[in-house]
């Protein structure tokens, strides 16, 4: 299913497939950074288009992304010309933002000379940059030292760290619209979370069609049929709403809503699809050496990675003047 892609991203969705076949793990992370920082001048499209590909593999395009949108976000040449040729050459970026709580619409960290306070959730990267509040909103910092914790985070595939800020030396780079660069890492999230819920369900379909009882395929019998089917709409839907959001990325008045709602669509159609994976595989989708509990931590994990389904509907609610049980905080 292409949903409008051009031929260009057809050839690079083909590149990165044949590549990763190959078992080349490494995707340029300057997709979205424009050329003449040494960039491929590309857009978020073609990021997620390659994440799309990526799946489940351990790779730090999405952190690297996010990082680079958030320096082009602040308008500030030197900061760029300074920065992005290292996110280019393949240096691993990243951003330390949300609080322990994972309320994503405001940074953990504060800066009043020095930064202060800690976030969580943080994917990994070697060059590491912090969203702060200031007096004047939420900005972008490169701090001068940087100590990261790793967490024990669930996905194995995903890992995350803590960063801690105690009166930390810090550049300042510039403002930053927090709720677009979240809206971008919503969508991107989103186009990832579809395709790895189509990876589970052609597996699922697989095993399906070749794991034989009573005689003949478990696909074969009614009852699983139906649910492949009602999978394979979870599927397509969330793919559309995948798609739909990365069209919005240059509407900035419907991104907000395309983005919460692919976030909320795509990240309960991975947790069904995981979820079922895992019951129609049986007994061996219990085991370690199976997939299936890597997709069904992937899921886990991406629900919550810049806010969890319910705090995105919430936020779709105010945006369409619906009726909201909770507050703003929230969102």
């Not at 690297?64 to 010309?81: F, K, M, V």
């Not at 949300?98 to 953990?108: F, I, L, M, V, Y």
């Not at 914790?149 to 403002?175: E, K």
């Not at 009602?230 to 419907?254: F, G, K, Q, W």
Request: net charge negative.
């Amino acid at each position: 299913m292409d949903l409008g892609l051009t031929e260009d991203q057809l050839a690079l969705r083909a590149t990165i497939r044949s590549a990763l076949s190959r078992g080349h793990r490494d995707i340029d992370l300057g997709l979205s950074i424009p050329d003449t920082h040494g960039g491929q001048g590309g857009g978020l499209a073609e990021v997620a288009i390659a994440l799309g590909e990526l799946r489940l593999t351990p790779n730090p395009l999405l952190s690297s992304t996010l990082a680079a949108q958030a320096i082009l976000a602040t308008g500030n040449p030197e900061a760029q010309a300074r920065l992005l040729p290292r996110i280019a050459g393949g240096e691993p970026a990243t951003l330390a933002w949300t609080d322990h709580k994972g309320h994503w619409a405001a940074p953990a960290c504060a800066y009043d000379g020095t930064l202060t306070g800690t976030a969580h959730y943080v994917l990994d990267g070697d060059l590491t940059l912090v969203l702060a509040q200031t007096d004047t909103g939420p900005a972008l910092f490169l701090p001068r030292t940087c100590s990261r914790v790793d967490a024990n985070a669930l996905d194995p595939t995903r890992p995350l760290g803590t960063i801690h800020c105690a009166g930390t030396p810090a550049d300042h780079l510039g403002p930053v619209d927090l709720d677009r660069l979240r809206d971008q890492a919503c969508v991107l999230l989103a186009y990832e979370q579809a395709e790895i819920a189509a990876e589970a369900l052609a597996r699922t379909v697989g095993y399906a069609k070749s794991r034989v009882q009573f005689g003949r395929p478990i696909g074969s019998f009614q009852a699983i049929k139906h649910r492949l089917a009602d999978l394979h709409l979870t599927v397509e839907t969330a793919r559309s709403a995948a798609a739909s959001a990365l069209h919005a990325l240059a509407n900035p008045t419907e991104l907000p809503r395309y983005a919460a709602l692919a976030k909320v669509h795509c990240s309960e159609a991975l947790s069904t699809v995981a979820g079922e994976m895992i019951q129609l595989h049986g007994g061996i989708a219990i085991t370690w050496e199976h997939d299936a509990h890597l997709f069904f931590k992937r899921a886990h994990g991406s629900a919550h990675l810049f806010g969890t389904p319910a705090q995105h509907l919430d936020r779709l609610a105010g945006l369409l003047e619906f009726t909201s049980s909770r507050s703003a905080a929230t969102r």
